[in-house]
């Protein structure tokens, strides 16, 4: 590590703008920040304080960025004691947090970036759409997949694709004019019933041996789905990167509490989610 | 830095009574990635812990929280002394702070041969690791042991100049006899405690959370089992003027404060980074306060200064 990382990360008390509560306990915390909202790239996530009992920090990804008013969105489920004292937070509390935190997304100039969410792994997915959103050079197809009640109200999409299964879409995509497939096992409506893979296979499945070839994929979701999104992008040869999790500790690099092991030239390794990844090759992890 | 916060600990001047914790801080330069944060405003930093050969360290997960702590279990993921020495070592920032490597071996030997690789070195002091609960050879196994511990720091003592500082086990009868015994063998410091082995369990898979079955447990629940070892090791350290390194649950001024009055002559900050990224600052500066409030010169004239009912 050299000194060119010193001061990169910032802790930062940041005021809760809005906290809104969705089905299966899924909760999106809009929190004022402007050096986060302005610093961060996909991928990246902020280490949190979740409430005055529990000291211990919690990761979350970021959602998307407000940079003209200063705040940024998480997404999160309650999983645990940390994250359901984080849902008693209220509009105008203030909260620790430290970052933006990370290596996120490498975006390629690959021109059909396929992004595929699950679950509390949807945010960062929905970074990278923000990001291209309004670069013509790109044609990204967003597939998200939820086995809960979606933390948004999927409506009719106006926005053309390929993929021959048309489902609903998420607000904020349409808006952004990015095309996307919902998946899930759950039969919701206007929902594509199967895997996020399933879907993604079939919109790959339409593509020319040209359009393949300008596929990159992103993912980030729950470590089987994740698994099998390697696989898929290994059948179909193309490159994938995934951002996972861990418990983690110092959120710096610190105490290789967060450690992933992943195989490189040099043979296996442990490297750390949080300074290391989060986002890593599909294929040195999932081999 | 305020002057009152001027320390002598093992022949080394330090800025602040404050000592990084080894396994916390990475080599030196994680923490400094956080605005704000700067190795000059503690009076050493230890690092990782260190084995003759690199290790992978123990699979995932590594670390769970408990009530008011933490469960880890790294199990001394290092690159090996050879790569500390030769390729981590040179950017190390030493006009900023002290740096002492944390040395772990299998056997006793080992321990001194990395004794012996580092007194070639600028490190300023070394601390033998006799007691990390997380590896399957050595370690705590050597620590619970008086006569096993005096062997690894004799060996040591035998192998290196610098100031050594051994660190010791809660998780043993009579802390206070392995402390006498490594103080017999050439210890020029104590730290005072490694953390307490403990179990956490996920009642859906009936599985251990931590890869390794067990961990340490650091983080304030330990501070009062903390406080009483220091106490128990200064009854002896004293009488040799052997200093203590006081750890095990610091999270502000004042517990830095209970563990000096107890008998150590610094303090050990960990955990508490994990919580708050600057409590440093804030810990230097209410230790500084209360001198100034107390009429104290500095941290020494307060070491050891316990009155018992």
């Known amino acids: 590590m050299t000194s060119s990382n010193r001061e990169t990360i910032s802790v930062n008390d940041c005021q809760v703008l809005a906290h809104y509560k969705y089905d299966g306990e899924q909760y999106i915390l809009t929190l004022s920040s402007s050096e986060i909202a302005q610093k961060t790239i996909p991928g990246q996530f902020v280490h949190i304080t979740v409430s005055d009992v529990?000291?211990?920090?919690?990761?979350?990804?970021?959602?998307?960025?407000?940079?003209?008013?200063?705040?940024?969105?998480?997404?999160?489920?309650?999983?645990?004691?940390?994250?359901?004292?984080?849902?008693?937070?209220?509009?105008?509390?203030?909260?620790?947090?430290?970052?933006?935190?990370?290596?996120?997304?490498?975006?390629?100039?690959?021109?059909?970036?396929?992004?595929?969410?699950?679950?509390?792994?949807?945010?960062?997915?929905?970074?990278?759409?923000?990001?291209?959103?309004?670069?013509?050079?790109?044609?990204?197809?967003?597939?998200?997949?939820?086995?809960?009640?979606?933390?948004?109200?999927?409506?009719?999409?106006?926005?053309?694709?390929?993929?021959?299964?048309?489902?609903?879409?998420?607000?904020?995509?349409?808006?952004?004019?990015?095309?996307?497939?919902?998946?899930?096992?759950?039969?919701?409506?206007?929902?594509?019933?199967?895997?996020?893979?399933?879907?993604?296979?079939?919109?790959?499945?339409?593509?020319?041996?040209?359009?393949?070839?300008?596929?990159?994929?992103?993912?980030?979701?729950?470590?089987?789905?994740?698994?099998?999104?390697?696989?898929?992008?290994?059948?179909?040869?193309?490159?994938?990167?995934?951002?996972?999790?861990?418990?983690?500790?110092?959120?710096?690099?610190?105490?290789?509490?967060?450690?992933?092991?992943?195989?490189?030239?040099?043979?296996?390794?442990?490297?750390?989610?949080?300074?290391?990844?989060?986002?890593?090759?599909?294929?040195?992890?999932?081999? | 830095m305020q002057n009152n916060l001027q320390t002598s600990f093992c022949g080394m001047s330090l800025n602040s009574p404050i000592i990084l914790l080894s396994g916390c801080v990475g080599f030196g330069e994680e923490y400094t990635r956080i605005k704000g944060f700067s190795n000059t405003k503690v009076g050493a930093v230890c690092l990782k812990g260190t084995t003759l050969e690199p290790r992978l360290g123990n699979k995932p997960h590594r670390i769970a929280e408990t009530a008011n702590g933490m469960l880890n279990s790294i199990g001394l993921q290092n690159p090996g002394t050879e790569i500390v020495i030769d390729e981590i070592m040179p950017s190390l920032k030493k006009n900023e702070t002290k740096f002492i490597i944390n040395i772990s071996g299998s056997s006793v030997e080992e321990y001194g041969e990395i004794a012996k690789h580092f007194d070639d070195t600028d490190i300023d002091a070394v601390e033998i690791n006799i007691s990390c609960p997380n590896v399957k050879e050595g370690g705590v196994a050597f620590g619970n042991d008086p006569e096993m511990s005096f062997r690894v720091v004799e060996i040591c003592r035998k192998n290196t100049t610098k100031p050594i500082i051994t660190k010791l086990s809660p998780n043993q009868t009579d802390i206070a006899k392995n402390a006498a015994r490594c103080i017999d063998a050439g210890s020029d410091g104590l730290a005072v405690i490694n953390?307490?082995?403990?179990?956490?369990?996920?009642?859906?898979?009936?599985?251990?959370?931590?890869?390794?079955?067990?961990?340490?447990?650091?983080?304030?629940?330990?501070?009062?089992?903390a406080l009483l070892k220091v106490h128990q090791v200064y009854q002896v350290s004293k009488k040799y003027n052997i200093p203590i390194i006081g750890q095990g649950g610091i999270t502000s001024a004042n517990d830095a404060l209970e563990f000096i009055i107890a008998g150590a002559a610094t303090i050990g900050v960990g955990t508490a980074l994990f919580y708050d990224p600057l409590v440093c600052e804030k810990i230097n500066t209410g230790i500084s306060q209360y001198l100034s409030d107390q009429s104290l010169s500095g941290v020494g004239s307060l070491v050891g200064t316990l009155q018992l009912n």
């Open chain 1, 54 to 287: 529990t000291a211990m920090r919690r990761p979350i990804s970021v959602m998307s960025v407000d940079e003209e008013n200063g705040a940024f969105d998480l997404l999160y489920k309650i999983v645990g004691e940390g994250t359901r004292q984080l849902a008693e937070c209220k509009v105008g509390d203030m909260l620790s947090v430290i970052g933006p935190i990370g290596n996120g997304f490498r975006v390629t100039d690959k021109k059909n970036p396929l992004l595929i969410g699950g679950g509390v792994g949807m945010p960062p997915i929905i970074a990278i759409a923000q990001q291209i959103k309004n670069n013509n050079d790109y044609n990204p197809f967003v597939i998200l997949g939820s086995e809960v009640p979606f933390p948004f109200t999927p409506q009719p999409s106006e926005i053309s694709n390929t993929c021959p299964s048309k489902t609903h879409t998420m607000p904020i995509l349409e808006e952004w004019n990015v095309a996307c497939g919902l998946a899930s096992l759950q039969g919701f409506k206007g929902v594509y019933k199967g895997y996020v893979t399933d879907l993604a296979k079939e919109y790959l499945d339409t593509l020319s041996k040209e359009g393949l070839s300008q596929v990159g994929v992103y993912s980030c979701g729950p470590h089987p789905m994740l698994e099998a999104v390697a696989k898929l992008a290994r059948d179909y040869n193309l490159p994938c990167q995934v951002s996972l999790e861990e418990y983690m500790a110092c959120a710096v690099g610190g105490c290789a509490g967060c450690v992933v092991e992943v195989q490189t030239d040099d043979g296996p390794a442990m490297k750390r989610v949080c300074v290391d990844g989060p986002v890593f090759d599909a294929q040195s992890v999932f081999s």
């Open chain 2, 195 to 225: 953390t307490v082995t403990g179990m956490a369990v996920d009642i859906e898979t009936r599985k251990p959370v931590i890869g390794n079955n067990r961990g340490g447990l650091s983080g304030p629940s330990i501070k009062p089992i």
